[in-house]
């Protein structure tokens, strides 16, 4: 009898939060094995609010994909440092937020939540029909028609968001102080004020949303300060993270006078809960069925095409690197390294030093970080002979002295030999070989509790 042909090992994603089937079905099952509840030999991760900890992040991990926006979820400095991209998902939840950012308006706007409560007690009681019509005065409201929406953050949410606010007659004012150019060009300019400061902002507006990321720049940026310049009914949404706002001065503003609301998608501590003018929401902003299928498919599809052929796109700490379709004949070789002078040179060296024929090489950088995409000429007859003095040759190159991981890209996707790994940790070198390989690894977690 024939012996059973062996599997090919495949691509191992590992997922952490409960990530849309439908966009987890972007995975071609015949190269990648999707992980739910272990980090066991991941080549890749994708999550969505789970707070990643080095832990998680097995050595041969060279992918981290945000199935959303915000990031600061991820240690993405430290992904850095190690060599691996962490990627998200511009704009695929924008939609689902702006919705939800419409509602806070209302929220905030219209005694809704107070008024519903109420008559959830009339009913109760058995008073409803005989108080409804007394009960109402107490949740009176006002129309969002001729206020101002002041928007912080002009990126996909913020832009959708003041886009529906013009559309029920609000006046704009816009903040944004690293808006890229891009998405200045998807701003209607001409309906729109944009200021230079929060400052002005706080001043100007009726309702002040916040779209902006959460980073050392951002926390804590509703301030005392911007409060004192806020109007005494000014209400504030947040659908962008809780640590944009000082909660111990919200708390103050409301005690001394302040009147507006704040509608946020984050708990909160004890100083603003529980209040009547604070309505928290459980971070409902991308939870409806078609953000979370447009984000893990954009997540998926991100990771599929790094591992497969290195090109990146949507990356928040790595460069957009557009690469042309990998020949049969040749071998890449993907060399994360440090955006310094003289870099380049000792890569290349490598290559020339051992003979090897280079077919074409792209070099990228952003920030810290250069990444090295070098097409090199494969050997005629490529076996397990020639593939350990592979092994020798990445050893050589992640070694080098600033490079902070190296991978393989060759042969037919899924088989035993689609992918070399390995990563310089602290000027060690670990994780040589082809996927599916070799002995179980540490994970960056276990290597840092080490060092
Ligand atoms: N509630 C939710 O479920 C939910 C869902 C998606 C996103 N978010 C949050 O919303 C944020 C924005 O998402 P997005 O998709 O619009 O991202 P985006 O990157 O398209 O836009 C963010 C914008 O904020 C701007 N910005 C940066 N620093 C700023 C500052 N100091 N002041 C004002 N603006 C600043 C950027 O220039 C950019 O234009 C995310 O980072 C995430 O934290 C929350
Ligand atoms: O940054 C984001 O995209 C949101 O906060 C969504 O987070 P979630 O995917 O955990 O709902």
Known sequence: MAA??????????????????????????SMFQIKEDNNDGAHAILLRSHKLQAGD???????????????????????????????????????????????????ASRGVMEGATRMEELHQSGEAHAQIEKVKAQFGGRELAGKTLGVVGLGAIGAAVLKAALDLRMEVVGFDPALSVDAALKLPGHRIRIVDSLEDLAKASDYISLHAPSNEHTNGMISTQILSQMRTDACILNFARGELVDEA??????????????????????????????????HLGASTDEAEENAAAMAADTTALYLQTGTIRDSVNFPTTTLPARLDTVQRVCVVNENRPGMLGEILSVFGNAGINIVQQINTSKGDVGYNVIDIERLSTFDDVHFKSWDALQFLLTSLDGVKSTRYIYGTPASAKHA?????????VYGIGSVGGGPTLPSFGELLDEA
């Open 57 to 107: 992040v097995p050595l041969m991990c060279r992918s981290i994909a945000r199935c959303g926006a915000g990031t600061n979820n991820c240690n993405v400095p430290l992904m850095t440092d190690l060599g691996v991209p962490v990627f998200n998902t511009p704009g695929a939840n924008a939609n689902a937020v702006k919705e939800l950012a419409l509602c806070g308006l209302f929220l």
């Open 420 to 428: 070399g790994y390995a990563v310089n940790f602290k000027g060690q």
């Open 249 to 282: 001065a919200l708390a103050h503003h409301f005690d001394n006078g302040g009147s507006g609301r704040y509608v946020c998608d984050f708990a909160v501590g004890p100083e603003l809960s529980p209040r009547s003018n604070v309505i928290v929401l459980p």
């Open 4 to 29: 059973a042909a062996k599997a090919a090992p495949k691509l191992v994603v590992r997922t952490f939060n409960k990530i849309n089937a439908a966009g987890l079905s972007r995975f071609d099952p």
